[in-house]
């Protein structure tokens, strides 16, 4: 059987708190979509630790850890959270495993995403210019790079392909950032993603739900950022909601069964968008970087600072 457990709202309702309470009760915690634009918070015996990538079960021992299909990946976002974890005394290759078809976030990726956000002036949507939105773009168009092709000998040549590809586009934009840097620390990145734990996913999950392991289903952002059913266009690139369980893990559907959707008291919105009852006075109008966008259920309250 499978759980999903989502965000009903614009993200940041604390769904990464919430899978690790339950997380004791699952064999196996899956992340299904989205990518390192996740912050989803834990606290390890009084320690903060804010995970973008790896799902929110990792610090519990006998619990499996699965990145699927349907998230896009950051090399260098992804090590640096590893070597976090590590430091708490987590062996991930005991406990982590990464599908094949994971696709891959490119340091033009990240450039694109700026390029694109830049462009747009007062029509930004908010991106987090991490890359995600390109990423995803070259899933839809077939020219993406997989966690799997980082094992191929190959790699190399299909990763200047694909750079060649985005500076043709990044031409057309006003960008002349150099990313010389970026590039260095993601090929380290990649030699470090290629002592991880690849698996074809769907056949690894499936397997284990045939054995009878309960599974859980995280998700990140929220329900309103769905990329077909959310506030379009102010929205991620991924299907948020119960559905992206399907293909983002490559299960199906007959295997899920509880979906727990988690809100907040008050809502908040990060980035652009329309924000129906938005307090924009002086109570709520704080949106300096940092601070949330707040509406309260129960009356005005004095701007929040949000992790």
Request: net charge neutral; aromatic share 10%.
């Amino acid at each position: 059987m499978v759980d999903v457990l989502l965000g009903l709202q614009w993200g940041d309702e604390g769904k990464g708190k919430i899978v690790d309470y339950f997380a004791g009760k699952y064999d196996v915690i899956a992340r299904f979509q989205g990518g390192p634009n996740a912050g989803h918070t834990l606290y390890v015996e009084g320690r903060k630790i804010v995970l973008h990538t790896i799902p929110s079960g990792v610090f519990h021992s006998n619990t499996i850890n699965l990145i699927g299909n349907g998230v896009v990946l950051d090399p260098v976002t992804f090590k640096k959270e590893c070597e976090k974890i590590a430091a708490e005394g987590v062996d991930l290759k005991k406990n982590l495993f990464i599908s094949e078809k994971t696709h891959i976030i490119v340091p033009t990726h990240r450039a694109l995403d700026k390029a694109s956000e830049q462009a747009k002036g007062k029509e930004k949507i908010g991106s987090t210019l991490k890359g995600i939105g390109p990423a995803y773009m070259d899933k839809t168009g077939r020219n993406g790079i997989r966690v799997g092709d980082v094992m191929s000998p190959n790699f190399e040549e299909s990763y200047s392909k694909l750079k060649a590809k985005h500076q043709q586009l990044l031409a057309n934009y006003d960008f002349s950032e150099d990313i010389s840097e970026w590039e260095k620390e993601f090929f380290e990145a990649v030699e470090f993603l290629r002592t991880m734990n690849v698996v074809n996913g769907e056949y690894f999950l499936n397997k284990l739900l045939k054995d009878g392991k309960k599974v859980l289903a995280e998700g990140a952002q929220g329900s309103m950022l769905d990329v077909d059913f959310g506030t379009y266009p102010f929205v991620t690139s991924s299907n948020t909601i119960s559905a992206g369980v399907c293909t983002g893990l490559g299960i199906a559907p007959q295997w899920i069964k509880e979906v727990i959707g988690v809100t907040k008291a008050y809502c908040t919105r990060v980035g652009s968008g329309p924000f129906p009852t938005e307090l924009e006075d002086a109570t709520g109008g704080n949106t300096a970087p940092g601070w949330r966008r707040v509406w309260c259920n129960n009356g005005p309250s004095p701007p929040l600072w949000l992790d």
